[in-house]
């Protein structure tokens, strides 16, 4: 099971606003993002300004592929001004990094939580 890996997309509307759930299991790789990329845009397409909120949870996330890394990168350079919030749950470290290197990326802002209900209600506020 050490090599099960994947991300999952919940979303949630209400007119223009989203909240996303994403899951990261493992160590993502090119394929999962080439899967996720195009929800992703199907979600958003034709709304000129969405507001978008993301839940990150990386409980089970090891990081990324080098070329799913750059996927990821793409991705929030293509949607990242859409982004209001992003809360990135997580019991890493580096997770905490990763969420302050994340913010460079959007538009929003990005916090890292250690307890996944206040990094939820953090997106709801």
Known sequence: MADSHGLTMVVERDDDNFLMELKAIGKLTHADLEKITPEMDKVLEGISEPTVNIFFDGSEFEGWELQAAWD???LSLKHGKKFSKIAVYGNKRWLDVMAHAGS?????EVKYFEEP???LAWLRE
Do not use: A, C, R, T
Request: aromatic share 18%; proline share 0%; net charge positive.
């Open 104 to 108: 460079w990326f959007i538009s929003g």
């Open 117 to 119: 209900m206040k990094g």
């Open 72 to 74: 990821d990168l793409k």
